[in-house]
Each structure stands twice: as structure tokens, then as C-alpha cells.
């Protein structure tokens, strides 16, 4: 380097510099675009994970029953309800259909124990659905666990 001129190793140093600061702008630049496709791949990921978690409510329907309610101040009051109950999985749903007619039984027994003043009260139906959903705490059957019923949701209420 003795032989060059002063302004050509300024030039070498200058073109050395700019050949150094080229490289890493060319390594940011790549480490950018691959962190972008990771994290859109990440989002692709969150997005498909979000679509499974969400699943259609699973429901069993209650047929409408006609239960006689306790005598009042008008005498003796009909209910005429349908219901139908979300539960957790489809094991539950099974359980359910199985049991119908255990279900229909418990839900006339509690039914019948409420009075036509109760059940019309601002609070009643949603104290009722609270008591029915109380029914599910005991297994249907000895061999069965209690059915997993999340919600009641009333498809048909007369008070007369």
C-alpha cells in the first residue's frame, strides 16, 4: 500500500466501508423477511388454533310438557314448558337421549312444586333454570357420571 497515492486508499477505504455496510444491510434485510414469515406463520397458527377452539353449541331438546302447578288465589294452574339444555360434548347429549324419560320425570316433579306466582315473578324462570340445572348434579344412572348440562334455555312458557 506504500506504492498507492493517499486518495486511492481513501478511495479502497471507502469502497471497503461501503462493502461492509451493503452486507449488513443485506443480512437486516433477510432477517427481517424471515422474522415476517415466521410470525405470519405464527399468526396462520393462532388463527387455526382459534377455529378449532370454536365449536357449535351442542343441545338437547326437551319436549314441551304440560304440568299441573300448585292452586292459587285463581285455583288450579297449568304449565305448559319446553326447554332445551346445552351440554358440553356429545357423551352427554347420548347420555341425555337415553334418559329421557328419567329427565321428563324429574322435570315434572320439580315443575309441579312451584306455584304459578313463582314462576311468573320477574326472577322466577331464571331461578327455575337454575333448579333444573341443579337436577343435573346427580348422575341419571349408578353406573353413569353426572351429565356436564352448561345451560337451560326456555323454547315454550305458558302460565295459565
Given at each position: 500500500?506504500?506504492n498507492?497515492?493517499?486518495?486511492?486508499?481513501?478511495?479502497?477505504?471507502?469502497?471497503?466501508?461501503?462493502i461492509?455496510?451493503?452486507?449488513?444491510?443485506?443480512?437486516?434485510?433477510?432477517?427481517?423477511?424471515?422474522?415476517?414469515?415466521?410470525?405470519?406463520?405464527?399468526?396462520?397458527?393462532?388463527?387455526?388454533?382459534?377455529?378449532?377452539?370454536?365449536?357449535?353449541?351442542?343441545?338437547?331438546?326437551?319436549?314441551?310438557?304440560?304440568?299441573?302447578?300448585?292452586?292459587?288465589?285463581?285455583?288450579?294452574?297449568?304449565?305448559?314448558?319446553?326447554?332445551?339444555?346445552?351440554?358440553a360434548?356429545?357423551?352427554?347429549?347420548?347420555?341425555?337421549t337415553?334418559?329421557?324419560?328419567?329427565?321428563?320425570?324429574?322435570?315434572?316433579?320439580?315443575?309441579?312444586?312451584?306455584?304459578?306466582?313463582?314462576?311468573?315473578?320477574?326472577?322466577?324462570?331464571?331461578?327455575?333454570?337454575?333448579?333444573?340445572?341443579?337436577?343435573?348434579?346427580?348422575?341419571?344412572?349408578?353406573?353413569?357420571?353426572?351429565?356436564?348440562v352448561?345451560?337451560?334455555?326456555?323454547?315454550?312458557?305458558?302460565?295459565?
Amino acid at each position: 500500500m506504500a506504492n498507492f497515492p493517499s486518495a486511492s486508499r481513501t478511495l479502497i477505504w471507502l469502497v471497503a466501508l461501503l462493502i461492509v455496510v451493503l452486507s449488513l444491510l443485506s443480512v437486516a434485510n433477510l432477517y427481517l423477511l424471515l422474522d415476517s414469515r415466521d410470525a405470519e406463520e405464527t399468526a396462520d397458527e393462532a388463527a387455526e388454533e382459534t377455529e378449532v377452539q370454536r365449536q357449535n353449541p351442542i343441545f338437547v331438546n326437551v319436549g314441551p310438557m304440560t304440568v299441573n302447578l300448585g292452586a292459587d288465589e285463581y285455583g288450579q294452574r297449568l304449565l305448559y314448558a319446553g326447554l332445551s339444555l346445552r351440554v358440553a360434548d356429545e357423551e352427554t347429549q347420548e347420555q341425555l337421549t337415553t334418559h329421557m324419560p328419567e329427565i321428563h320425570s324429574r322435570l315434572l316433579i320439580l315443575l309441579s312444586s312451584h306455584s304459578a306466582s313463582e314462576l311468573t315473578a320477574p326472577d322466577g324462570k331464571e331461578e327455575l333454570a337454575s333448579d333444573i340445572l341443579a337436577l343435573f348434579d346427580e348422575p341419571l344412572a349408578p353406573t353413569w357420571p353426572p351429565p356436564s348440562v352448561e345451560a337451560v334455555f326456555f323454547t315454550d312458557f305458558i302460565v295459565q
